[in-house]
Structures are given as structure tokens and as C-alpha cells.
């Protein structure tokens, strides 16, 4: 399918309208936006044909062999266009596109996997969420967005912080932070969903100091604190469902009490296992005015 630069905005692009032999334009009997669609979907198609995997060898096994299997999961026209831009964007030399395709690929790819049915929406100038995903005759759809900060480090203090000692604040209180001024970013652009929501956070590098920072050190991460947090943030976001935070790099501070949150899934994996994230933590709104079903909560029990 579909391997083409210029994407799903190129449909409307700029395409030129051949005239009949009595020199009248066939914008007179066609509206000029089928042509042009039409026009570029062909040229699209045929494009498709001359791609071959070969003239990109950066791109690992892992990751053809995931675009391979979404391809085939994943069988409509736009799902194929969306996958087209997302291994596009894997090819590219900054850190936070190559980040953000990669945890929608690695989203999906673990949706399927647990029995959920995947649709790549269409991107829009309108900001929708990325998935649209089925479990049974159950529909929810997912934003993902990975986190991976700038290179350059912060020089303003962030509000709320308290600075102790030597000037240098808590490394996971920033963190907390910032996941928590994300996650009220992205929800304004997910208001106007009636079915249920997941908001997706992917945070490789918990430092987020981006592609070109040499020094880098597991942050310890309260992660009650920030399951508590996040809960505190849900209630007044009654139109997101819950909340999906992958973390990489972390190291869970040791909890004292038995004590838990009966909206908050946590898996952590063992700090060697570096193919797979650290902590992954599902945080369910108990505010939410769609709350997610129960065979809905079961495949992301299985994902975690």
C-alpha cells in the first residue's frame, strides 16, 4: 500500500485539469475536488508499486515486520495512508517525530495483539485522537503522544516546585509535572467524543532532554504520587476514560504501605529487560462520563 511523501494532505493538493478537444474545462460537469481526488489517488496507488523496502535499509526487521502485520490488520484505505506517514516519519532525524510514530505503531500493534480491532483515523487540521479500536461491538478511540522534552535543559523553575538544598529540584516531581500539564493539553482536543477515550503517554527518556542528551540516569519515580495525581486531574476531565503512561527509564521508588488506588493498573518489569518499558501504568477516570466497559478494561489488563 501506499508509501508516498506527500501523504493524506497531498489529496487535496494542487492537480492541474486536463481540457476536452472543444477547449471547455470539465469543471463544468465535475466538481474540481473529485478530480483532484480522484487524480491523486491513482497517482498514490501507482506510486505504491515502486516502493520497495530495499531502498530504505535503516529501518530495522522489527519495524517492517510491524508495518506487515498493521497492514494486514489493518485493511482500510486510510489506515494504509496513516501507516504510510507513520514509517515515513521513522526515517527522520528528529528524535520526537521518530518517538511519536513509533508509540502509535507500538499502540496498535499491542491493541491487536489483545483482540481489538484497529482503524488509523485520518490525520485533519481538526485535532482528533489517532485510533479508533473495537473490542466486540465496543468502541473507543485512542490519542497517543510520546514525551520527549527538547535538548536544551530548563532554566525557568516549573510552578508549584519547591527548590531544596543544592537549587535542584526532585527529578520525578518535574516529571509528574509534565505529565500532568500533557495530559490537560491533549484533553481539549478530545471533548468531543461520546464513546470512550484513552489518552496514551509514552515517555522513553523520563530526563526529557531529547535525542542529544550524553547524560542519562534512571529517574525514581514515587509512582503513587503520580497515580494519585493523575486521579486528582481525571475528576475534572470527565470526557477522557482513562489515562495509559509507558515509562522507559524510570526506577520505582519502594512502596511502604499495601495500600492502592482501585482505579490504577501498574505492571512493572525488571530493570534488564530493556526491550520492554519499565512501568506501564493505566489510570481509569472515576469522574468519567463514558467510563470504559469491562471487556474494554479486560484487553488493556492483557496489554499492561
Do not use: D, H, I, Y
Given at each position: 500500500m501506499p508509501l508516498h511523501p506527500c501523504g493524506i494532505e497531498g489529496l487535496y493538493g494542487r492537480c492541474g485539469l486536463s481540457a476536452n478537444p472543444s477547449?471547455?474545462?470539465?469543471?463544468?460537469?465535475?466538481?474540481?475536488q473529485t478530480i483532484k481526488l480522484v487524480n491523486q489517488l491513482v497517482r498514490l496507488n501507482g506510486?505504491?508499486?515502486?516502493?520497495?523496502w530495499t531502498d530504505e535499509p535503516v529501518l530495522p526487521r522489527e519495524f517492517r515486520e510491524r508495518y506487515a502485520m498493521l497492514q494486514r490488520q489493518c485493511r482500510d484505505q486510510s489506515s494504509h495512508l496513516r501507516l504510510g506517514r507513520l514509517i515515513h516519519r521513522l526515517m527522520q532525524y528528529d528524535y520526537g517525530v521518530r518517538e511519536s510514530a513509533l508509540a502509535e505503531m507500538e499502540l496498535a500493534s499491542q491493541l491487536i495483539r489483545v483482540g481489538a480491532a484497529v482503524i488509523f483515523l485520518p490525520e485533519s487540521q481538526a485535532k482528533t485522537a489517532d485510533l479508533e479500536c473495537r473490542v466486540g461491538s465496543d468502541r473507543f478511540f485512542v490519542?497517543?503522544?510520546a514525551m520527549v522534552g527538547s535538548r536544551t535543559p530548563r532554566r525557568n523553575p516549573i510552578a508549584g516546585l519547591a527548590h531544596e538544598g543544592d537549587?535542584?529540584?526532585d527529578r520525578g516531581a518535574i516529571l509528574i509535572h509534565r505529565v500532568l500539564a500533557r495530559v490537560r493539553q491533549k484533553a481539549k482536543q478530545l471533548a468531543d467524543y461520546v464513546d470512550p477515550v484513552v489518552l496514551s503517554l509514552s515517555i522513553p527518556r523520563a530526563e526529557l532532554?531529547?535525542?542529544g542528551w550524553i547524560r542519562r540516569r534512571n529517574v525514581s519515580l514515587d509512582?503513587?504520587?503520580?497515580?494519585g495525581s493523575t486521579t486528582m486531574l481525571l475528576t475534572g476531565l470527565r470526557h477522557l476514560s482513562a489515562v495509559l503512561i509507558t515509562l522507559w527509564d524510570v526506577e520505582p521508588l519502594p512502596v511502604s504501605a499495601a495500600t492502592?488506588?482501585?482505579?490504577v493498573d501498574v505492571h512493572e518489569r525488571n530493570g534488564r529487560q530493556a526491550g520492554h518499558p519499565r512501568v506501564r501504568l493505566l489510570i481509569r477516570n472515576p469522574s468519567a462520563a463514558t467510563p470504559l466497559t469491562e471487556r474494554q478494561r479486560d484487553s488493556f489488563d492483557r496489554l499492561l
Open positions: 477547449g471547455c474545462s470539465m469543471a463544468r460537469f465535475r466538481p474540481k506510486a505504491a508499486e515502486a516502493v520497495s490519542e497517543v503522544t537549587n535542584l529540584p532532554q531529547g535525542a509512582l503513587r504520587a503520580m497515580a492502592r488506588l482501585a482505579n
